[in-house]
């Protein structure tokens, strides 16, 4: 074990804000979907470097279940993207204003 | 050669390989090029996930994410047929994505600082016997994490049930 535990975590705190940034800025729906997906990608990352330094395996467990959640999120959303396209003929964000005030 | 010595070259090429490709997701113009990015994000991070003895979660994160995942994403791309963007940010929402940017760089400071304060735990620590393989994995699930097991089978099964309705045809 010669690479750091910070190293890993870095990483992925690397890994989560560019998935911040990507939903924070992009507005093409499948693109902030998938920075959603790359900021569960990262903190997966963290349960495992943990999981290996605490020499704990319920880490490990736990990306089990987020990825079990992943799963189920991203079938459920993109099945309302597509929704949402049939009736807008967009997945543009900006113009998805309906609940705007 | 040894493995150790292999390990923080290993490390750094994954960790570059996820890097670069993680930030290339986020600035493509069409998603399906995006979509293509994250999977070999996914397969940089299956890597080191690999490097830290998981090894389970090595093949589910190849079979899941960059297989079934991806392949969603890139069925829903192909079926909706969208269009190139013009550039990846409008001009016209730059203010906005120059806040948003920097309170993200903001952001990554603060984790770099959490993680630098603290010190990482003993190096070298001794693993068991048969750590992060499938048959560990399979134990711990079928009795620690019993019920949190039984609990993901709803959630899968709401999400199959929640996916068929939203996605057929006369869904308005």
Redesign the interface.
Known sequence: ???????????S??????????V?????A??I???I??ML?AV??TF??F?????S??G??F???V??????????G??????I???RET?DV?ELNLLKW | MDI?VL??IL?AGL?AV??VS??L??V?RH?VY??LF?II??GS?AG??V????H??WA??VL??AG??MV??LF??M??N?PR?DV???PR?IR??VL??S???V??IE??LV??L?T??A??????VG??TTE??GR??FT??LF?FEI?SI??L???V??????QKH??
């Open positions: 074990m010669t690479v750091p535990l910070s190293a890993y975590l870095l990483l705190a690397y890994l989560f804000v560019l998935g911040v940034i990507g924070a800025t992009r507005r093409n499948l693109i979907f998938m920075s997906e790359l990608n997966n990352l495992v470097a999981s290996r330094f605490l020499q395996m319920d490990q467990i990306v089990f279940f990825m079990a959640v992943a799963t189920a999120e991203v079938a459920v993109l099945a309302i993207i597509l929704a396209y049939r009736n997945v900006a | 150790l390990e923080p490390f960790a996820a890097a993680g930030l997701v986020i493509q998603a995006a979509a994250l994000t996914m991070v080191l996930y490097l830290l003895e998981a389970f979660v589910v994160q899941v994410y079934a995942i969603l994403f829903v791309i079926l909706l969208l963007e990846p940010w409008a929402d906005r994505i948003a940017a309170l993200s760089v952001l990554l984790l770099a993680i630098g603290r990482a735990p190096k070298e620590p001794a693993l068991s750590f992060g560990m994995v711990l699930l620690k994490f949190p993901t959630i899968l709401v999400a199959i929640g996916a068929m309705v939203l996605a869904f308005r």
